[in-house]
């Protein structure tokens, strides 16, 4: 497909960095505390339900293209000495928590949690039922390889009552697998998804992301075509965030040359009618789903959520990570653990959490939060609900970003309604350039660099 001149001057004019708005404010609004002890005060008194989140971070070989906090590795010891300090972290942050709260999530990402053996993750299957009870209907979900699965891994987590379960495949094409330090053959995502699907997982996300070097429309339409015929319950479907001053090794892919925005949003176009075509719903930028899955219920429901694992159906919940870089998220901040393993080992001998950094939230900060949530979920604002809801004048309130919003009026990515507005299927491409009218924060400065948004 090719783009119109307009399409390409939409681009031009919106494709600008921002943040993804896994949280507000942004993780790059975090900053080192003196006192821990404010950031967990929230934490003590809640009887909030808990999402548990572990980073395993362990992989390998390195994707350059990767732009997670990873550690390369063969030496599967590293594996048990780094349970053995996930077990100090939990039975310290136990210690924070009311006796009856529950679990009804629990997650585990990445690196690569494959890396494990079946014997380590039992091991850790272990050390988190010894300190949380969870819910009967606790949502279990894991990050795999498809590379380094075998079926021993997947009984696995399948012990653990692990039932959904997203892969990494990124793009089928050899030559951007070879430009991406990746070599995937597509045999092996068949033979995962069906070794998930034999032991009982009831929903498999998809991973591909779009904007890698040697990506073009008609290589990406024949990666859709081979995915598609594995029938998964969701994709995930990332725009490649190139920051090589965070990321050193995505350096690397600039020899090979990266799309242009102009290419970039052609794929997305393909994406989208591809995947709405063989009746995927889209939920909203990087998410589709079948029309009876759950997310796609919540969102019809306005009771989708998005936070540092994208989009979920669970409100209400205190996030808890455990292990290198992981954050949580309480009603009151952010905090988020150090990242690199010396200093982590350090702060668990000494008997502290590990804690790096934080973020206590003010009362605007929680309403900015919601209102950029609402939006990026619901692809719609009603300030009428939100003025109720808040207990503000949200049109005084937030003049300057409905001003703000003016333009992309004019330019058909949201239409005015009675009562706020509704995101266009234009907009959609460029819901966080609309998110980003609703952020105090957004000033520019040297210190916040962003991936682009287109």
Not at 277 to 291: E, K, R, T, V, W
């Amino acid at each position: 497909m090719k783009l119109t001149e307009t399409d390409l001057a939409l681009i031009e004019k919106y494709s600008r960095p921002g943040p993804r708005y896994t949280s507000y404010p942004p993780a790059n609004h975090f900053r080192e505390m003196a006192d821990s002890s404010k950031l967990l005060m929230s934490t003590q008194e809640s009887t909030d339900p808990l999402s548990l989140y572990f980073h395993l971070p362990f992989c390998e070989t390195l994707c350059w293209f990767c732009g997670c906090h990873t550690i390369t590795t063969l030496d599967r010891d590293r594996a048990t000495d780094y349970l053995d300090l996930l077990e100090k972290e939990v039975t310290l942050f136990a210690d924070q928590l009311k006796p009856e709260r529950q679990a009804v999530q629990l997650h585990f990402g990445g690196g690569t949690p494959n890396f494990f053996s079946p014997g380590q993750l039992d091991r850790l299957t272990g050390i988190i039922e010894r300190y949380f009870q969870f819910s009967n209907d606790a949502e279990k979900s894991v990050e795999l390889d498809p590379r380094r699965l075998s079926p021993e891994h997947v009984a696995a987590f399948s012990r653990m009552g692990i039932s959904r379960a997203s892969f990494g495949v990124q793009d089928c094409d050899p030559a951007v697998q070879e430009a991406i330090h990746r070599i995937q053959p597509h045999e092996q995502n068949i033979v995962a998804m069906n070794l998930l699907r034999e032991h009982g997982f009831k929903s498999v996300n998809i991973d591909l992301i779009y904007g890698l070097p040697r990506q073009s429309p008609e290589s990406f339409a024949k990666t859709l075509d081979a995915v598609l015929e594995l029938a998964p319950d969701r994709f995930a479907i990332f725009n490649y965030a190139h920051v090589p001053w965070m990321k050193p090794a995505q350096k690397i892919l600039e020899r090979y040359g990266l799309p242009s925005p102009q290419i970039k949003m052609e794929l997305l176009q393909l994406c989208i009618e591809k995947l709405t075509s063989a009746s995927y719903i889209y939920i909203g930028m990087d998410h589709f789903a079948l029309p009876r899955d759950e997310l796609v219920v919540a969102q019809e429901s306005k009771t989708l959520q998005r936070n540092f694992q994208g989009y979920s159906t669970r409100a209400g919940v205190e996030i808890c990570g455990f292990g290198i870089s992981s954050i949580s998220q309480s009603a009151g901040g952010y905090r988020q653990n150090i990242k690199d393993l010396p200093s982590y080992r350090k702060a668990l001998d000494l008997a502290r959490l590990p804690i790096a950094k934080g973020y206590l939230l003010t009362d605007e900060d929680k309403l900015r939060a919601d209102v950029i949530m609402r939006l990026m979920c619901d692809l719609a604002l009603d300030f009428d609900a939100l003025s109720r809801k808040w207990e503000i004048d949200f049109r005084e309130h937030f003049v300057d970003a409905i001003t703000q919003l003016e333009e992309p009026a004019i330019d058909g990515l949201i239409h005015w309604t009675n009562c706020g507005f509704e995101v266009t299927s234009l907009g959609r491409l460029f819901i966080r350039n609309l998110a980003m009218c609703f952020d105090a924060y957004l000033e520019p400065s040297p210190t916040q660099r962003y991936s682009r948004t287109v």
